[in-house]
């Protein structure tokens, strides 16, 4: 069942969503080539403690940290460590927030350093299609618009979707009917409609789509080792079309 949310409940989503954003602003000032995955979870939980929020993520079905940190053939869940990135590593941080009654989302991926150019155009094709998702997001609309509309960017540029993980609605809950493949049919799936909050969050590859957890139960990894980049916005449906909640300002 899919909830819709009235106007003051997209208000407290907006500032939930704003408090992650910030997290991955200052994460994107301090990524370089030397810190470690797990410095960066302690940046990111600082933040919302510094704003009085809870990090989504920590002890969601056991997960023990607030960020995701996701290292070159590791697609989603990566888990912070004592691992030391190092310059050409792309690195994918995903950071959720519990305020004020609903949840945030969003997820970016940075290069460490001095990237591939192979890599740059692997973040720039995920962030391109993560838009071209988001522009779909319109009352009226159909979920396989945006669906479509992302696995087009991403099969155009030579890339593939992963199929095994999905976006998905959020608000009072992190996971939220529907669930949002990054791959479909133009037309198909249930009408989008005003007062939806959809996470939209593409995991592209840079070979197959196919992928595997490891034994740590959480990382996901490409099936054949190549890289892989995830971006994320949380966007709600308005008359004037979609409403990027996760961004500053
Ligand atoms: N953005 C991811 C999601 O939508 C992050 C979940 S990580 C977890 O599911 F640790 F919370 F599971
Ligand atoms: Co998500």
Request: aromatic share 14%.
């Given at each position: 069942m899919v909830i819709l949310k009235q106007p003051d409940e997209i208000v407290k989503a907006r500032a939930g969503n704003r408090i992650v954003a910030e997290a991955l602003s200052l994460l994107c000032e301090k990524?370089?080539?030397?810190?470690t995955t797990r410095e960066l979870d302690r940046i990111a939980e600082g933040v919302a403690e510094k704003r009085g929020?809870?990090?989504?993520?920590?002890?969601?079905?056991?997960?023990?940290?607030a960020l995701c940190t996701s290292v070159n053939?590791?697609?989603?869940h990566g888990m912070p460590s004592e691992r030391i990135l190092q310059d050409g590593d792309i690195v994918g941080l995903d950071f959720g927030i519990y305020y004020q009654g609903f949840y945030g989302d969003s997820a970016i991926t940075l290069p460490v350093g001095r990237a591939s150019d192979e890599a740059i155009r692997l973040l720039r094709v995920t962030e391109e299609s993560l838009y071209a998702g988001i522009r779909e997001?319109?009352?009226?609309?159909?979920?396989g618009d945006i669906s479509a509309a992302v696995q087009g960017t991403v099969e155009k540029a030579g890339f593939s979707v992963v199929r095994d993980f999905v976006g998905h609605g959020i608000g009072k809950s992190l996971h939220e009917d529907p669930q949002i493949p990054n791959f479909g049919k133009k037309g198909r799936g249930i009408e989008l409609k005003k007062g939806m909050i959809l996470a939209i969050e593409p995991m592209v590859n840079a070979g197959t789509y196919k992928v595997k957890v490891l034994s740590d139960g959480w990382t996901v990894i490409t099936q054949d080792g190549s890289l892989s980049a995830h971006f994320e916005h949380s966007v709600a449906i308005t008359d004037n079309g979609p409403e990027i909640l996760s961004k500053v300002n």
């Open positions: 990524i370089r080539p030397g810190i929020a809870k990090p989504a993520f920590k002890g969601y079905r056991g997960y023990p940290y053939e590791e697609v989603v997001a319109c009352p009226g609309n159909r979920l």
